[in-house]
């Protein structure tokens, strides 16, 4: 996983505490991502912060209306599409998580520089639940080569 930044596999690793996700994008929906990636860090134990001014609830976790509302979190997990991803990368505040991570299909060029402008630590393209299988049976030290 030489394309995701240290920090990021870091966070998944760390037994205790378990990384802060903001899930940016959740949704009630069973069948979209937005749900789908919400579970799943859950069933791996990870605090999850369902992000949707639309839903209360995802995954029987109470959902806010923005990242802000979720305190500091270890990583913002975008699953929305490029325009609204474009917006986040724009006006989130960097010191409000580690990690801005977006999942494929959420970013473009665009999306991506801005947020490489703003923020230290960006992962752009690889699936959050694929990294996080992956650092589970991987030493913590090679998550950071």
């Given amino acids: 996983m030489s394309n995701v930044d240290p920090i990021a596999v870091e966070a998944l690793q760390r037994p205790t505490p378990r990384a802060r996700i903001a899930v940016v994008g959740a949704s009630r929906q069973t069948w979209k991502y937005g749900y789908i990636i919400t579970a799943d860090l859950l069933g791996r134990g990870y605090e999850v912060c369902p992000v949707n001014p639309r839903e209360a609830e995802v995954a029987g976790v109470r959902c806010?209306?923005?990242?802000?509302?979720?305190?500091?979190?270890?990583?913002?997990?975008?699953?929305v599409p490029p325009e609204v991803s474009l917006e986040l990368a724009r006006?989130?505040?960097?010191?409000?998580?580690?990690?801005?991570?977006?999942?494929?299909?959420?970013?473009?060029?665009?999306?991506?520089?801005?947020?490489?402008?703003?923020?230290?630590?960006?992962?752009?393209?690889?699936?959050?639940?694929?990294?996080?299988?992956?650092?589970?049976?991987?030493?913590?030290?090679?998550?950071?080569?």
């Fill in 91 to 145: 006006t989130l505040d960097p010191a409000c998580c580690r990690v801005l991570w977006f999942q494929p299909g959420s970013f473009d060029a665009e999306v991506e520089a801005v947020a490489r402008a703003r923020f230290a630590h960006v992962v752009a393209g690889p699936c959050i639940m694929v990294v996080a299988r992956w650092s589970a049976t991987s030493p913590p030290s090679e998550g950071a080569r």
């Fill in 64 to 79: 806010v209306p923005s990242v802000g509302d979720c305190g500091f979190v270890d990583i913002v997990n975008v699953v």
